[in-house]
């Protein structure tokens, strides 16, 4: 008997077991407990199975198991507009990285019907990363309710379930403050939307943390920060959405002399603008970035960014989840921190105004 002839009947745990002289258990022991078995029989299975062409059915394997192997990474959008952002590529590696290690596969879940909460029962995954969601979400409490094993990417710390976060406030106060260091005065923050019902004062998570570095940096300022104008513009994160943002930005007779990105997509899409309408980067205007997406070192001119490990963020949320997996009752919490990378794209500008003195 052969897996591999055309139209034949494909081999079973039963064919297996006849042809190797074991039960139909040991069979089963050799695929997914092999500890139970000596090393000579658990051999002598695979050799014959391998022959015979047999591959155990997963679905099957599942049921037996109660488990399946794999990893979910709840997404907060759709996975098209999910990749338009280079930050997920770069994410998606780190939690590769531990699939690779540790035996599982990786499986996307984007809303179904527009509604992540929906999605959740069709996912057939052991554990969920869970990005961009805060803990009083209801995706997050059918997750405690299914008892589904949960890690928290980029919401709030919370002593009762596992979360990996990036000190966000102190990456953007670190560049608000290079740029205002340089003596910009005039400033416009590009956003990115956190969602259709946001609202940037309130906003949480990553947005509101950087926005909160920005104000940590005109407070360090003391009664000097009277003097500067800060603009706040959103838009959703995708280099098209940068591009328009920053020519309603620069192509005005009122422009900032910098401009502060909250992600480098944006960012690129401003860098785009600026050479579009021939406005000198940073010569007429500083443009900065935040993530340090691999892409920066490559646009002209390099980009100013905070960089934040991405992919060590993927890599330590997939470790906390694989060991909820395992049944660790422990609750970890992590704090990956960020670096000002200074380049090309900001610069001291031409002319600083001034403000509130007559002149």
Same mark, same amino acid.
């Given at each position: ?82 990749? +338009? ?32 909460? $929906? ?95 920005? $104000? ?78 691999? +892409? ?14 991405? +992919? ?48």
């Amino acid at each position: 008997m052969s897996g591999s002839t055309d139209g034949a009947k494909r081999p079973t745990s039963r064919d297996v077991a006849t042809a190797a002289g074991v039960s139909r258990t040991a069979v089963s022991f050799a695929f997914n407990d092999p500890g139970r078995l000596s090393a000579a029989t658990r051999d002598r299975i695979l050799e014959v199975a391998a022959r015979l062409g047999y591959r155990p059915d997963p679905v099957a394997r599942m049921l037996v198991q109660g488990r399946t192997n794999s990893l979910g990474i709840l997404l907060p959008q759709d996975i098209p507009q999910a990749m +338009e952002n280079p930050y997920y590529a770069q994410f998606l590696v780190g939690v590769g990285q531990v699939c690779h290690q540790e035996g599982f596969t990786l499986l996307l879940v984007p809303p179904l019907r527009n509604s992540m909460l $929906d999605a959740i029962p069709y996912a057939a995954v052991d554990g969920f990363v869970v990005t961009g969601l805060e803990r009083d979400r209801g995706e997050v409490a059918e997750l405690e309710r299914r008892g589904v094993p949960f890690v928290l990417v980029d919401s709030e710390s919370d002593e009762d379930v596992p979360t990996v976060e990036v000190d966000d406030q102190a990456g953007a106060a670190a560049m608000m403050t290079h740029l205002l260091e340089l003596g910009h005065r005039d400033i416009t923050v590009l956003a990115f939307e956190a969602g259709p019902d946001s609202v940037i004062d309130a906003a949480r998570g990553p947005l509101g943390r950087r926005m909160a570095g920005v $104000d940590d940096a005109l407070d360090g300022l003391g009664p000097v920060a009277s003097d500067v104008r800060l603009r706040v513009v959103e838009a959703r994160a995708t280099r098209a959405e940068g591009y328009k943002a920053g020519l309603d930005i620069l192509d005005s007779d009122d422009r900032p002399t910098a401009v502060f990105a909250l992600s480098d997509i944006l960012a690129a899409g401003v860098l785009d603008a600026a050479y579009e309408l021939g406005i000198s980067v940073p010569g007429d205007v500083s443009v900065a970035g935040y993530d340090d997406q691999p +892409e920066a070192v490559w646009l002209r001119p390099r980009l100013t960014t905070v960089r934040q490990p991405i +992919e060590a963020k993927g890599r330590v949320a997939a470790d906390f989840l694989v060991s909820a997996i395992r049944g660790s009752s422990r609750h970890h919490h992590h704090t990956l921190h960020t670096a000002l990378i200074v380049r090309e794209s900001t610069a001291t500008p031409r002319k600083t105004p001034v403000r509130g003195t007559g002149a």
